[in-house]
């Protein structure tokens, strides 16, 4: 259920490094907008490498303030989830990396040429909408804990896309999502599947896997509805293994998952779990929204209704346990129009300054 609360306090938290344009300017009119509110900003950290998300997150619960406001992507969202985990400060996401793909699922405003407002209607959003308590996923490698996640994380080949576009961040803030269709591209040249040992809520499976996801959402990258029925606060995460042996079924997987076919295929296995091990016969990358992580072997886990997030009134209802309708399957002309909408905010030439 929804907590209706009013914001007293927040922190700002920004990757000045995210997306394609600097924060700063539109950053300074979501804190007086904030300040016209009531809402006192305690502090304003800006994020210069990998853990200081984390760290300014933790700050912030520590000085038990009410919101933590995240300008950054969906990585930089998972890196704040690591410090906010278990504490009453709430996370408020403001569009501001390459996807985004968190707040497209919560419906929030995405920058683009015809919405160059969006980091301010993000925050108006966040002050209008309600806190609510949702899962966090939890991968562990080798035993050793190592990240959170809100979206989804990844084994296999889009770890591998992830951990390309990430080595060089310089083509990925000039070409934003092209970077990782060209990445995709090069990666299947060398792509094979690999053995991999499961272990689902206690139920055992050995496949041959080109790529396993376990998302707490129902969105996937920019483009792709892949768990329908997720549900971000139902304690389980949605577990889509992929099997395969190279390039050709890879593309094949990616059409179906295209058009909201993979889920009538054979060689994709479905479950609804809140824990799942794997082992591989060699060594598979992960990733935890997009960032790279480490190899497996790993343990990927649902901790449920652990953190709070601020959650705009635009949210789908279907994303939460209580929802007012079903999940419905989406239509061949609502996912064109989809493809046409994201592609148009997220695939286009760097702006001239």
Not at 208 to 226: S, T
Not at 253 to 273: G, K, Q
Not at 283 to 306: K, N, Q
Request: hydrophobic share 45%; net charge positive.
């Amino acid at each position: 259920m929804a907590v209706p609360e009013r914001l007293s306090t927040a922190f700002f938290i920004y990757n000045p490094a995210a997306g394609q344009h600097p924060p700063e300017a539109e950053m300074k009119e979501a804190i007086r907008l904030l300040e016209a509110n009531g809402v006192r900003v305690l502090a304003v950290k800006a994020t210069l490498g990998p853990g200081d998300a984390t760290t300014y997150a933790r700050e912030a619960a520590a000085l038990n303030c009410d919101a933590v406001f995240l300008s950054g992507g969906d990585g930089t969202i998972a890196q704040a989830a690591d410090g906010l985990i278990h504490t009453r400060t709430a996370l408020a996401i403001l569009p501001g990396g390459t996807g985004n793909v968190l707040a497209r699922q919560l419906n929030l405003p995405i920058p683009s040429p015809l919405h160059p407002k969006a980091f301010l209607d993000a925050t108006r959003c966040a002050l209008n909408g309600e806190i609510r308590a949702v899962d966090v996923g939890r991968v562990t490698l080798q035993g050793k804990l190592q990240r959170h996640f809100l979206s989804w994380a990844g084994v296999g080949f889009d770890a591998m896309v992830n951990r390309s576009v990430n080595s060089d961040p310089a083509r990925k803030k000039q070409f934003g999502i092209a970077a990782f269709i060209l990445a995709a591209f090069l990666t299947l040249r060398d792509l094979a599947g690999t053995s991999v040992r499961l272990r689902v809520d206690g139920y055992r499976a050995n496949r041959r896997i080109v790529m396993l996801v376990a998302n707490n959402i129902q969105l996937y990258g920019v483009f792709f509805r892949m768990a329908q029925d997720a549900v971000i606060d139902d304690g389980a995460l949605d577990f889509y293994a992929f099997q395969g042996n190279g390039p050709a079924r890879t593309l094949l997987h990616a059409a179906r998952l295209a058009v909201s076919r993979h889920i009538d295929d054979p060689e994709v296995d479905i479950y609804r779990a809140r824990r799942l091990e794997i082992t591989s016969a060699k060594p598979l990358p992960v990733h935890v929204d997009g960032d790279y992580v480490g190899e497996t072997p790993a343990t990927i886990e649902a901790i449920p209704r652990s953190l709070r997030l601020l959650v705009p009134t635009s949210a789908p209802a279907t994303l939460f346990a209580n929802g007012l309708r079903q999940q419905s399957k989406e239509t061949a002309v609502a996912w064109m129009q989809r493809m046409a909408r994201n592609a148009h905010n997220a695939i286009r030439p760097e702006q001239s300054k």
